[in-house]
């Protein structure tokens, strides 16, 4: 599986500016609204139901929040650049700038976990996370995000 598979160009967001984990959870519900046409309110309720399970921020300024809800068909992405990184309870306690959203629908088991695997081994890629902080352009994002490279185990 290959983050083209799960992100859209348009769900790439460059330069936001959230000042709270709750507004950039928000945010990434207003761009899943806007590019897959899935429900804002069910989205938002969904990802702050997990966030209370346990903070999805992995560490080094990257979050990975995710979800499942029961209008989905296939794993949708949404990818956040913020302009200044917001606490997000991470687990290294350092705030986050680099944000990687997954909605999978309910009974996604296998294609859920091998998308946040995914996400995961791209986004603990130091040149990667580099090449995403310098860039201010969408296009540049998700050219970066969708380049292809090795496979590594999880």
Same mark, same amino acid.
């Given at each position: 599986? /290959?983050?083209s598979?799960?992100?859209s160009?348009d769900? *790439?967001v460059?330069? !936001?500016?959230?000042?709270?984990?709750?507004r %950039?959870?928000? /945010? +990434? $519900? &207003?761009?899943? =609204? /806007?590019?897959y046409g899935?429900p804002?309110? /069910?989205?938002?309720?969904?990802l702050?139901d997990r966030? %209370? #399970?346990?903070a999805?921020?992995?560490?080094?300024?990257?979050?990975?929040?995710?979800? &499942?809800?029961?209008?989905?068909? =296939?794993?949708?992405?949404v990818? *956040?650049? !913020?302009?200044h990184?917001?606490?997000?309870?991470s687990v290294?306690?350092?705030?986050?700038? #680099? +944000?990687?959203? #997954?909605?999978?629908?309910e009974?996604?088991?296998?294609?859920?976990?091998?998308?946040?695997a995914?996400v995961?081994r791209?986004l603990? =890629?130091?040149?990667v996370? $580099?090449?995403?902080?310098s860039?201010k352009d969408?296009?540049? #994002?998700?050219a970066? !995000?969708t380049?292809i490279?090795p496979s590594?185990?999880?």
């Amino acid at each position: 599986m /290959e983050l083209s598979d799960i992100l859209s160009a348009d769900a *790439v967001v460059s330069k !936001l500016n959230a000042t709270s984990k709750k507004r %950039l959870l928000q /945010e +990434i $519900a &207003r761009v899943a =609204d /806007e590019v897959y046409g899935l429900p804002c309110t /069910e989205i938002f309720a969904a990802l702050q139901d997990r966030e %209370l #399970l346990g903070a999805t921020g992995v560490g080094n300024g990257v979050a990975i929040p995710h979800a &499942r809800l029961a209008c989905l068909d =296939d794993v949708k992405g949404v990818f *956040v650049r !913020l302009e200044h990184p917001v606490d997000y309870e991470s687990v290294d306690s350092q705030p986050v700038n #680099l +944000i990687f959203a #997954l909605l999978a629908p309910e009974g996604a088991g296998a294609m859920h976990l091998k998308s946040l695997a995914r996400v995961s081994r791209t986004l603990r =890629d130091a040149t990667v996370c $580099a090449k995403l902080r310098s860039s201010k352009d969408a296009n540049a #994002l998700f050219a970066i !995000l969708t380049a292809i490279q090795p496979s590594k185990a999880a």
